[in-house]
Each structure stands twice: as structure tokens, then as C-alpha cells.
């Protein structure tokens, strides 16, 4: 239950209004954020957070939307302490017109979402439903997404704010909060004003589990390899064409089938992942996704994906190829391993809070990678999102309960370790 029972259904309250919005960003966009949409819900959450009592409440011109929950301690060397999520929603799925249902009481069968009868919830398919048992189960109505990752975070972050501005007898020291757009599309921290933000530490609430407590994530880099040939027109190409689709397609025959791809590793392995081509006769590009939990394995693949690259050009008379290395995100660990309290504080809420506490690296990455290296220390607590991305996406009423509670106690934690 939540830390009030008086507030037992605003996280709830406010989650079914916010998936509402449909704030889906677009990777294709030239624009910050990248769709406009997305600034009519932050411009909402400024409303509620004055609302609640957050005077201070903003959105600034990229869209970024920061708040403080004011001290009720009377120490003097108490950590300003963040909690941050993501508004928009991802490209992968539908996210306008969103209808979330309640599925009350659940006792373990298979959900059918109304709007599509083919979309099926199945416990065979969702381990993690197991624990779910007399639980409230939300999905969306099966034509979209649902908006949990990260919409559960944004209503679970303004509760828990809500809970302390209505408790002052709770000690705690000044909360800052966050909301960010375009996370989704890798932009949620590029205009990120960690200074103005002003906070010792703080923590993405955008995790799956509950209890969850994560630190690590992937490294990551993009890698594209470009090969060119020579276009003439076809029907006189005798001994003078080069195409590099056909190049670029041998490439990818030699890569690895059994080894080094998303859909052959898990747990602590690195992959390679060819995900986008572009290609003509003249130049075809291939991007990379380049992923490990050590950042010096990055270069070891990409110096394999060059090799190969290399052997491939060769068996192309008059072909040539060149290989381009973008930095994405390096593993959070690397700098909170520097900051041990800002993660044992969040374990040690979770335990207060009656969960058992879960930790595992993520085949992914937060912006709390970037905002660690950024000078701010944030690793990921669990919102209670699961299958996110997709139709099938679904959280727990109850999930969202304990997640404010958590939020809360950090606060505590800090305050009384102070």
C-alpha cells in the first residue's frame, strides 16, 4: 500500500490521466524535443506540481520540466537529492489514443486486451506476472503501447512528492525533481542542466522490477561501416560495375551466426547488431549497434567489424570501405562505483520498504549513464513497467504503490545518514 492510505490511488489517479497524452518522440526529427506533443504534457506537470505546492515548478525552452520539494530538516548538511523520469513514449508502438484497463483482482488467467483479441497477456510468456497473483493488473486496450516506461515514473515521482509536501513532520532534505523529454531516442539528457538541476545525486525511476535497485549498464557506441562502388547503368555494366549493395550483403554473411549478436548473448555478454541499412548501387551504409558491460571490449569489436569489413572490400576489385566510431553511452558503473552511498541508501529503502531487493546490470542503458558522467550519480529504481515498447505492455497497481513508498524512503535515508 502507499505510505498515506489517503493517497492510496493518486499514483494510480495520475497514471491514467498522463498515458492519456500521446507523447511518442521521433528519432527522424531535427527539432528539441523532437515532437511537440510532448511539451503538452510537461506543460501539465508544471500545473500539478504548483498545485501540490512546488512553487518553484518550470519547464525550461528544451522542454525539461525541474521542481524542489523544500527541507523539512533541521540539519544543515543534508544532500539535495533528485528523482527523475521520461515523458515521452517510444517510436516502436502506438502511443496516441491510449485506453487503459484495469484488470482487478487478477488470479492468474491469461488477459485478452478487448480492442484486439490476438493481443494476449500469458503467464507462460510473463514470468513475472507470477507474483501478481490478486494484484490490479493495467494494460492498454491492445491497439497501442500502454505508456507505463516511463509515464508509471513521472505519476509515481509527483505522488511521492505530494506525500512529503502533505507530511512536513517527515525529515528529509531539499528533492528535486525532473521530468525529461526524448529519452526514447537517446536525446533525454542533451540539454540536461546538471548545475541548475543542483542536486548532490539522484535517481531515474524507470526500472521493471519491484525492489529493483540497477548501477550498471552497457557500454555502447554506434559504428557505421560505408562501402562504395560504381554505378553505371545496367545494361552496359559489363566489367565496370561495382555495386556495393551486393558488397555490403557479403559483409553481413560473415558476420558471426552463433556468437555476437543480440539474439545469441545475454546476462553479462556484448554484442554487435547491424539494425539499419542504407543503400545504392554507389554507397550502402551499414549502422551498428555496438554494446559491452567493458568499455575497452567496444574497441576490440569494432576493430573485428573493421577487419572483416577490410577482408570483404578485398574480394571487390575497386571497391572501398570506411569505417566511422560515434560514442553513445559508457556503463554507469565506472563513476558510481566512486559513490557507494547513493546506491546502498537505495537498497537500504527498499529493504525498509519490505521488498527484496534485486540488482542486475542492464542490457541497456539509462540516462543515468549520461547524467553520471555528466557530474550527477544516477542509477535506476524500479517503476514497475514490464514488456515496454509494445502492446502488450503492463504494470501492477500495487507495483506503483511500493515505488512511492520507495521514493519516500530514500528521502528518509539520506536525511538520517546525514
Request: hydrophobic share 40%; proline share 5%; glycine share 6%.
Amino acid at each position: 500500500m502507499s505510505p498515506n492510505p489517503s493517497l492510496k490511488t493518486t499514483e494510480l489517479e495520475r497514471f491514467l490521466r498522463y498515458v492519456t497524452y500521446d507523447t511518442q518522440s521521433d528519432e527522424n526529427s531535427t527539432t528539441y524535443p523532437s515532437t511537440a506533443k510532448q511539451i503538452v504534457l510537461l506543460d501539465r506537470l508544471v500545473e500539478e506540481l504548483q498545485a501540490i505546492g512546488l512553487k518553484d515548478a518550470v519547464r525550461d525552452e528544451h522542454g525539461y520540466v525541474f521542481a524542489t520539494v523544500p527541507a523539512t530538516t533541521k540539519k544543515a548538511n543534508v544532500p539535495v537529492v533528485g528523482f527523475i523520469a521520461h515523458v515521452d513514449t517510444s517510436p516502436e508502438a502506438d502511443g496516441a489514443n491510449v485506453k487503459p484497463v484495469i484488470h482487478r483482482d487478477w488470479q492468474g488467467e491469461d488477459i485478452v486486451l478487448p480492442d484486439d483479441p490476438t493481443a494476449v497477456l500469458r503467464l507462460r510468456d510473463n514470468p513475472m506476472l507470477l507474483r501478481q497473483k490478486g494484484n490490479d493488473i493495467i494494460t492498454a486496450s491492445g491497439k497501442t503501447l500502454l505508456g507505463a516506461d516511463n509515464k508509471a515514473g513521472v505519476a509515481e515521482v509527483v505522488a511521492a512528492a505530494e506525500y512529503l509536501m502533505q507530511h512536513p513532520e517527515i525529515a528529509h532534505g531539499a528533492i528535486r525533481v525532473g521530468f525529461t523529454p526524448d529519452e526514447e531516442v537517446g536525446g533525454g539528457t542533451k540539454y540536461f542542466d546538471v548545475k541548475k538541476f543542483g542536486a548532490f545525486c539522484a535517481y531515474t525511476v524507470d526500472g521493471e522490477e519491484l525492489g529493483e535497485v540497477e548501477m550498471e549498464t552497457f557500454s555502447a557506441d554506434s559504428m557505421t561501416v560505408t562501402f562504395e562502388g560504381f554505378n553505371t547503368h545496367p545494361g552496359f555494366a559489363k566489367g565496370k560495375m561495382i555495386n556495393s549493395i551486393r558488397i555490403a550483403a557479403d559483409f553481413v554473411s560473415r558476420l558471426p551466426r552463433e556468437r555476437l549478436s543480440p539474439e545469441t548473448t545475454d546476462k553479462r555478454e556484448g554484442f554487435v547488431h547491424p539494425y539499419v541499412v542504407d543503400a545504392a548501387v554507389e554507397k550502402t551504409s551499414v549502422k551498428f549497434l555496438i554494446r559491452d558491460f567493458a568499455t575497452a571490449e567496444l574497441k576490440t569489436k569494432e576493430d573485428f567489424l573493421e577487419k572483416i569489413a577490410k577482408e570483404t572490400v578485398a574480394a571487390w576489385p575497386g571497391a572501398s570501405v570506411t569505417c566511422k566510431v560515434d560514442e553513445s553511452y559508457r556503463n554507469m558503473k565506472e563513476v558510481l562505483d566512486n559513490y557507494p552511498q547513493v546506491v546502498e541508501n537505495a537498497r537500504e529503502a527498499v529493504r525498509r520498504s519490505g521488498l527484496q531487493l534485486h540488482e542486475a546490470a542492464i542490457r541497456g542503458g539509462t540516462d543515468g549513464s549520461r547524467l553520471s558522467f555528466m557530474g550527477l550519480p544516477t542509477p535506476n529504481i524500479f517503476a514497475g513497467e514490464h514488456n515496454f515498447h509494445s502492446r502488450l505492455e503492463w504494470i501492477s497497481v500495487q507495483d506503483m504503490a511500493k515505488a512511492v513508498e520507495v521514493i519516500v524512503k530514500i528521502a528518509q535515508v539520506w536525511e538520517e545518514r546525514a
